[in-house]
């Protein structure tokens, strides 16, 4: 509501899992915060795989994250469908099939569930609200200004808030689409590489009544729109999906400088994503309760931004690190279906069971 746009602590640009998750941190240690969000309605519409970890594997990925049992301990009317396994397909259509425990959510109800967390916490969320800058201590919005002591960007991959900030933007982003589709689908997610989406790959990620239906692709790869490889592999998989949506996903891992004097970003915006799957949902809420907490103790104890910084890379950098070498690596195969089909071979389940938990490949 227009009426709760009122000065705050912190304003958070972006009612995403990183910015509800921030505003709700922040708010848990005392500051007043404000969320912007430009969509009328929260996580609508839905740009998503909407697969997530379960949280013991999010432990593995992320061994040094801190406690995450209550970060991820979402009600089981969140969860769509339970999996224990991931099918991968190489061009060649070679079948790796790796164990891996992990659910799907619907995204929408997901992050309106953040949203009310932020809120019950004390955050006021402000939706149908641009950002547009930050001109002093105040941030321009479309629906007017406000003052902050800190900026949160949790803007997403294309960060506004990261222009503003003099941060660093995310270089290297990949679009990508997804839709639902229906119908009765093997509760097993299937991934698909080689030109069905060149430098990323298609999904088919089982839910409760359905499947989510998408795919990812490298714009140094990519000869045609992305909607075009879509449409590809739904007529290939015989699929009939609602309206694709899409978006862009940051491939070139976090941002080497996250802080300002007066603001951080976070999530997307910060480049918090598996650069060798493109999953950004944990980190985003791993990251974001570390921005919230750094923001709240900022604003309350005088304790400088920097500490985030310092805290999120201890905490995540080198599994996102790792992910980015394996996918440079992998960058060496995707021009060649031959070379692609090969290198999977060569790795094998194991490998790439290792790789997609952001290990090294080759310990
Ligand atoms: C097609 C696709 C499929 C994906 N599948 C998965 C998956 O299955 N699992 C997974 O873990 N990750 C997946 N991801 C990545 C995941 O969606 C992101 O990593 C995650 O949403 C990051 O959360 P965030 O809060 O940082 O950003 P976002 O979720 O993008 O939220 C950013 C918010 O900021 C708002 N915003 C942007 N600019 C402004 C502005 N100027 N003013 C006000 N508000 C603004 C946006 O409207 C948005 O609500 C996928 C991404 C795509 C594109």
Redesign the pocket.
């Known amino acids: 509501m227009a009426e709760d746009l009122k000065d705050a602590d912190v304003v958070v ?8 998750t921030a505003a709700e941190h922040a708010a848990l240690n005392g500051a007043d915060v404000l969320v ?4 009328e309605e ?2 609508v519409p839905v ?7 379960s949280v013991e594997e999010i432990k593995r990925i992320f061994p040094r994250a801190g406690e995450v049992d209550s970060l991820f301990d979402f009600p089981a009317s969140l969860v769509s469908l339970k999996m224990e396994r991931l099918k991968l397909y190489s061009p060649n259509m070679r079948l790796f099939e790796i164990p891996f425990s992990a659910y799907t959510t619907d ?1 929408d109800r997901f ?1 309106k569930y953040l949203a009310s967390k932020a809120e019950k916490a004390g955050a006021r969320i402000v939706t149908g ?4 800058s930050v001109e002093g201590g105040e941030v321009v ?1 479309s629906l007017g200004k406000v003052k902050a002591k800190v900026v949160v960007g ?8 990261a222009s503003s900030l003099g941060l660093p933007k995310n270089k290297d982003i990949y679009p ?3 839709a639902q589709a229906k119908g009765d689908f093997e509760p097993i997610p299937e991934m698909y590489f080689g030109n069905i989406a060149p430098g990323g790959y298609a999904w088919i ?1 089982p839910k409760k009544d359905g499947a ?1 239906v ?1 795919a ?1 692709v490298s714009p140094g790869f990519a000869r045609e729109r992305i909607g075009d490889y879509f449409d590809r592999f739904v007529r290939w998989k015989g699929l009939y999906t609602s309206k694709p ?5 940051p491939m070139s891992g976090p941002l080497i400088r996250t802080t300002a004097r007066n603001g951080l970003l ?5 480049g ?3 650069a060798v799957n ?7 809420i791993i990251c ?1 309760r570390l921005a919230g907490e750094a923001a709240a103790a900022n604003v309350l104890k005088g304790q400088p931004l920097a500490t985030y910084e310092k805290t999120w890379r201890d905490r995540v950098e080198k599994p996102l690190r790792t992910a980015v070498r394996t996918k440079k690596l992998a960058s060496l195969c995707f021009g060649s279906q031959w070379r692609l089909g090969a290198a999977m071979s060569l790795l094998g389940k194991r490998r790439m069971a290792n790789m997609i938990r952001c290990k090294p490949v080759f310990p």
């Open positions: 640009i972006g009612a995403g899992p990183a910015g509800c912007v969000e430009r969509k929260v996580g740009a998503c795989g909407e697969f997530l970890p995204r992050d609200c641009a950002y547009f919005t949790a803007d997403g991959a294309l960060s506004r808030v990508a689409i997804t990620i989510n998408g990812g949506v899409g978006k862009y996903v976070v999530g997307d915006a910060a918090h994503v598996m493109g999953g950004g949902i944990p980190i985003a974001g």
